[in-house]
């Protein structure tokens, strides 16, 4: 009898399913979180601007110490929260993009040329407008304000819009979105970090070595990376940089492959799970050896993912559905009454980066992108076409997390700053609802993409 060999999948079409998959998991987090960074966001206005306004910045404004032994540190909630909790954001931030330039949008020149270019309109054109605007030198240390996208926020409206909007406009968003957080780590570092004192770089330098040291010995447990951790954000912050860029360090030090390759730990995973499978079945009383199967199943993750994959997946919905919503509701609470709209400087930063989000943000990706297209250094992905750019591109304008915390850097005085955190949190919400308003109709104009049509190298080409 003739024997048909079978087929295994192709590796290509292997390796696209988990990367979707993995995407699909990360997207579903992303907009739940959204809709709880919403949440908080509209909670932190309420409470900031009712009868009980005073307890909301006396909460923020709280006292907390830390005592060991000689050691002695006092700071407010809002100092543990913006300093200290953010840095485990910007840890997710460093990992993703890790993850990103080993296999990702950001693996190679060509494959991240369309995201970077959007990603550098959508970043000078708004600094732009927001310099024309505001005339005043103070004031236009917010330049980089209304530079940034918010992943968790545009994610969350893109998933309003159903899964009929293509993947290709979602790795595009998610894309140049990651790449506007590489640019605002860099700008923060650059710009925003205070002068700087040669005492910190000792500290950040050793734990450095350290984490360098245990990497070479093949530890891959997250948790043996806190110390050094630690004392890298100590580093930073005793160098008068911003401490919460020690998480951006940290993720982009981790390893990107697993420590240890190959079958071995695959056998042994599969090997203890029928060994427990049948103690089980025989009801087996052996507790030592139940334990022992159990345990290297529990090894098996560590050695078969890479640290940045699992540290990354249990950081993930914690900063999701933690750190986000808590730094919004610490952050989000402008006071309307103490604002002045009649002069002056308050509607000045409030209309400059207004203007800038939700005007310059689209406009500076579509530029980006179309310039990138027509120059040949890059062409459309397949699901993509400029109807889809021109969703993502509204999306942009969605600043909130970053652009709030660039802003809380950017103005000290607090008059300021509160039409500062006004001006984003109105253009986010008006980005939202054109992204919104252009998305439904993307979803009446979307049958070139579906059918698989080439899109044209001009704007107009989706639309005729």
């Known amino acids: 009898m003739e024997r048909h ?3 295994p999948a192709p590796s290509a079409h292997v390796s696209a399913k988990s990367i979707f998959d993995a995407l699909e998991r990360f997207l579903h987090v992303e907009a739940a979180s959204g809709v709880a960074l919403i949440t908080a966001a509209v909670v932190a206005l309420l409470w900031a601007n009712s009868p009980f306004a005073q307890s909301y910045h006396q909460l923020w404004d709280a006292p907390i110490a830390v005592h060991l032994g000689p050691i002695s540190l006092t700071q407010t909630l809002h100092f543990v929260i913006n300093d200290g909790l953010m840095t485990i954001f910007f840890l997710v931030v460093g990992l993703e993009i890790r993850r990103e330039m080993q296999d990702g949008a950001l693996s190679g ?36 304000v209304p530079t940034a996208t918010d992943i968790a926020f545009a994610v969350g409206v893109l998933a309003l819009l159903g899964k009929s909007v293509p993947i290709g406009v979602r790795i595009f968003l998610l894309a140049f979105a990651v790449i506007d957080d590489i640019a605002a780590v860099v700008i923060i570092a650059l710009f925003y970090s205070g002068g700087l004192s040669w005492s910190g770089f000792p500290i950040i330098a050793a734990g450095l070595l350290l984490i360098f040291a245990l990497r070479a010995i093949g530890v891959n447990s997250g948790l043996a990376y806190v110390v050094p951790g630690a004392a890298i954000w100590f580093g930073f912050l005793e160098a008068g940089l911003h401490p919460t860029l020690a998480g951006v360090v940290l993720g982009l030090m981790a390893p990107a492959r697993p420590l240890r390759a190959g079958d071995g730990p695959l056998e042994s995973a599969a090997k203890a799970l029928t060994e427990l499978t049948e103690r089980i079945r025989a009801r087996s009383r052996d507790s030592d050896q139940i334990l022992k199967s159990v345990m290297t199943l529990t090894r098996a993750p560590r050695e078969l993912l890479a640290p940045v994959v699992r540290v990354q997946s249990v ?12 730094f919004a509701l610490a952050n989000a609470g402008v006071s309307l009454q103490g604002l002045n709209l009649a002069g002056g400087a308050v509607p000045e930063v409030m209309t400059a980066i207004f203007l800038a989000l939700v005007l310059g943000k689209p406009a500076g990706i579509l530029a980006g992108t179309w310039i990138a297209v027509r120059a040949g250094v890059c062409q459309m992905a397949p699901g993509l076409n400029w109807f889809g750019v021109l969703l993502a591109a509204c999306l942009g304008g969605i600043g909130f997390t970053m652009s709030i915390f660039i802003a809380t850097l950017a103005f000290p005085e607090p008059g300021t700053l509160a039409a500062a955190k006004l001006g984003v949190l109105l253009a986010s919400l008006v980005a939202g609802l054109l992204g919104i308003a252009v998305g439904r109709a993307f979803q009446r104009f979307r049958a070139p993409v579906e059918t698989g049509e080439q899109t044209d190298s001009a704007p107009g080409a989706a639309l005729r």
């Open 5 to 7: 060999p079978s087929h």
């Open 315 to 326: 950081l993930h919905p914690w900063v999701a559905y933690g750190v986000m919503p808590l």
């Open 109 to 144: 020149w060509r494959v991240a040329a369309l995201p970077l270019a959007a990603a550098i309109g959508g970043i000078a054109i708004p600094a732009v407008i927001y310099l024309v605007v505001i005339d005043d030198t103070a004031l236009q240390a917010g330049w980089a």
